[in-house]
């Protein structure tokens, strides 16, 4: 299936696409390909997205919304496209759904201010996970403090999954479940249209991390059961300062605004002010106008080799990858080893080197990869580590990626005498 939408499109994912990505024309000081494996962090941009933004900038750009005039209208149309284009892209039943913001962090944010402060009361229980970047945590704590309510956080079990008996039992009696569909720390795919129904039958609302799936397999917001849903842009080879929230209609439509003033009103008088309609409640002020158009075509961009290759494409450089560090000495491998399990993301340990001294002695062979805690420290405490390296995979990564990691580790190893 995968393979015929991308026979029929005629776009492939693996190194050939590397050409519509201009940042692999920069050199790199080694004077050697830069194997890029961070893109968990941030994706390289290709051409198309690009010229998106600079063709924005260069011939349609006004401020949308409120000018009365053809340039306005042009860059309003744009903007609102991008809009339907990416929910369109993530199932959403309505673009009246779909609420730009900056990052997902931004929009986790949003849920915990607005839905969060208007519906939580003291001795109410929230719900995260103990696999959580981050961003899924400190918004919940925060909102925690202000109102009273407790939180709590789902287990993670040895090998990285989430531990589903623990859910079962913490879920009576919670209003808000806060859980990622796939680790940036442990790269777990959690089954979430089953961690949904369960948090259904409960009563609970669930606000999906969306971050780290979205750009790398087919996601259906509607199918999934989820409440909420956050995404970045820049994950997702789109421009930085754009992402979304996506929010069932009747939930947001009864949320009150999170930010305020210009554009999310209909009517201000010296008194006070009526709030406008949902998407645009909470979109105060002047948005990212060619960003949201640049994250169009990456919407497009993806669509065009298809989310079904994609996942194919990252999976299978999953196996080899996993069977190569496998097989190579004095690696700790997180996670769990099932396939259907596991994004194309691997995080590591080499036995007996810190995980940055792995990255500096990496980037020597022009591997990019990321070292640290993941802004998941609660992941690293759980597994009694200071950090992880990690390597993730983005379209263009390719099994020559994976042999530039391996022999690049076989260097760490002999330089720091454990090979
Ligand atoms: C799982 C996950 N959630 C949330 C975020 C936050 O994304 P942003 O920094 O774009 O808001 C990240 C970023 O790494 C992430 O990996």
Known sequence: MALEQAARSGVVPGATLRADFPIFDRPHRSGRPLAFLDSAASSPKPRAVIDALADTYAHHYANVHRGIYELSEDATARFEGARRDLARFIGAPSEREVVFVRNATEAINLVAYSWGRANLRAGDRILSTEMEHHANLVPWQQLAAATGATIEYVRITDDGRLDLDDLRARLPGARLLAVTQVSNALGTINPVAEIAALAREAGAVTLLDAAQSVPHMPVDMAALGVDFAALSGHKMLGPSGIGALW???????????????????????????????????????????????????????????????????????????????????GIRLLGPSEPGEHAGVISFVVEGVHPHDVATILDTEAVAVRAGHHCAQPVML????????????????DLDDIDRLTDAIAVVRRIFGTA
Do not use: K
């Not at 919407?299 to 990858?321: P, Q, T």
């Not at 597994?383 to 390597?391: E, F, I, K, M």
């Open 247 to 329: 929010g069932r209609r009747e939930l947001l439509d009864a949320m009150p605004p999170f930010l305020t003033g210009g554009s999310m009103i209909t009517r201000v008088t010296l008194e006070g002010a009526e709030w406008n309609e949902v998407p645009w409640r909470f979109e105060a002020g002047t948005p990212a106008i060619a960003e949201a158009v640049g994250l169009g075509a990456a919407v497009a961009y993806l669509e065009s080799i298809g989310m079904d290759a994609v996942r194919a494409h990252e999976r299978s450089l999953f196996e080899a990858a996993w069977a190569a560090l496998t097989a190579t000495p």
């Open 382 to 397: 759980r597994y009694d580590l200071p950090a992880t390296t990690r390597a993730s995979f983005s379209v263009f990564s």
